[in-house]
């Protein structure tokens, strides 16, 4: 039986603001995280995204930390905005309890704002490389007195090229007393870096499925599909029963802006993030499917590294993933916190040589895609899709007027619709042109 948050050792400060958040029973990875972490010992936390890292690192930077002189003294070091974001609103949020203030610092934005709230003062640092080491390097951001240094997603870090940033933020917080490196995958490069710069660390493993065997509770379905047919089968896969918050991959960001337009032509609540958007649309374009404003989100790669999201339903890959590690990324954005799942991967034909090599390294069933059309009896009844569904989506109600351009007035009686009619036309009034002169000189 798991243990409840009060029997990790956490103080009454920290578990009321927990509990009115509404968070009941830790996650393995917090259940095994925070008492040690408490202790102030250097950790090595290895499991998936979504399974709970945040609070496992957050609740003891909380709990450990008292406010300071306005000069942070805990430092989270995120990969991506929105995983930045995201962490400092969690932590946010528990912070009332002893007062401590959190600030996100990334780049997209003007600094100016990201400079005030620090000169304001601030204990917990949440930031991307980059724009933490610009600050730095402008005496806005002091790192001299951080005590507590996390690095989250450390293996995602390292793929963007992060590697030369990291050891410079390492080296910049040599005083700190406390250094936890989480990751779901420990490539040489995040072993490497952690026997540089961590002291004795202790191994945490929790929650870590075999990528072989991925993850049973989820329905995979793969589809060899027409390119020019794709937007109909689409179309009709997001009107199947019981779908949710849905979403869907493509390689470029081209692919993601006009199957995004595209689908929110034909009626669908859509928005997309891809790199060619602005930070303030991204954020946008996330909190609208966060709140369910926009139930389908449409994303390269790049852009969705870090979102973590609970309670999606279907994950489409519009478009094949490169290889069998971005195949496993982006289903495993559903079928989460013991919920199932479904996903659905279109195949095209230039695209079956790389689906056979993904297929044959994750030991799939799906070595021969099957044939599929949007008119396919078998997508229908796989993927429980209505009967009828067409391409675009349709209401039985006539479209409501908005109140302002709604027609108030009462029709009129047939005596006074008469009396109208025999009223005189408006008279015209003659128009009287007048010639400009141009005197000659």
Not at 347 to 375: C, G, K, M
């Amino acid at each position: 039986m798991s243990k409840s948050f009060a029997e990790l050792g956490l103080s009454s400060e920290v578990l009321e603001p927990l509990k009115s958040a509404g968070f009941e029973a830790p996650f393995p990875i917090q259940e095994a995280v925070i008492p040690l972490a408490l202790t102030g010992v250097d950790i090595i936390g290895q499991a998936k995204t979504g399974t709970g890292k945040t609070l496992g690192f957050g609740l003891p930077i909380l709990d450990i930390l008292k406010p300071g002189d306005g000069s942070p003294l805990a430092l989270v070091v995120v990969p991506t905005r929105e995983l930045g974001i995201q962490v400092a609103d969690e932590l946010s949020k528990l912070s009332g309890g002893k007062k401590l203030r959190v600030t996100a610092i990334y780049g997209g934005r003007p600094m100016e704002p990201q400079i005030a709230e620090l000169k304001s003062g601030v204990d917990i640092v949440v930031g991307t490389p980059g724009r933490l080491l610009d600050l730095q390097r402008q005496g806005a951001l002091d790192l001299s007195k951080i005590k507590q240094l996390v690095l989250d997603e450390a293996d995602e870090m390292l793929d963007l090229g992060f590697l030369p940033d990291v050891e410079k933020i390492f080296k910049l917080t040599d005083s700190r007393n406390q250094t936890m490196l989480f990751s779901a995958t420990m490539p040489g490069d995040v072993v490497t870096l952690a026997r540089r710069y961590l002291n004795q660390p202790t191994h945490i493993r929790a929650d870590i499925e075999d990528t072989g065997a991925i993850v049973t509770r989820i329905k995979q379905f793969v589809f060899r599909a027409h390119a020019l047919d794709k937007p109909e089968m689409l179309a009709r896969i997001l009107q199947a029963n019981g779908r949710g918050p849905t979403m869907i991959f493509c390689r470029t960001k081209r692919a993601c802006q006009q199957i995004s337009d595209d689908m929110k032509e034909r009626g669908f609540k859509t928005t997309a993030i891809h790199g060619d958007l602005g930070q303030v649309a991204r954020e946008r374009a996330l909190e609208d499917f966060k709140s369910l404003k926009r139930d389908i989100l449409v994303a390269t790669d790049v852009a969705a590294r870090g979102i973590d999201i609970d309670g999606i339903t279907h994950v489409i890959n519009y478009q094949c993933p490169e290889d069998e590690k971005t195949y496993v990324h982006r289903i495993g954005r559903t079928g989460r916190a013991g919920a199932s799942g479904v996903a659905v991967t279109f195949v095209d034909w230039d695209e079956l040589t790389r689906w056979s090599h993904i297929n044959q390294v994750l030991n799939l069933d799906f070595a021969e895609p099957q044939e599929t059309y949007s008119s396919s009896d078998h997508l229908f009844s796989q993927l429980d899709i209505p009967i009828g569904a067409t391409g675009r989506l349709t209401s039985n109600k006539a479209p409501e007027k908005s109140p302002e351009k709604s027609d108030t007035r009462k029709p009129l009686k047939k005596v006074e619709r008469d009396k109208q009619a025999k009223r005189e036309p408006r008279q015209k009034r003659e128009r009287v042109r007048t010639k400009r002169v141009h005197e000659s000189r």
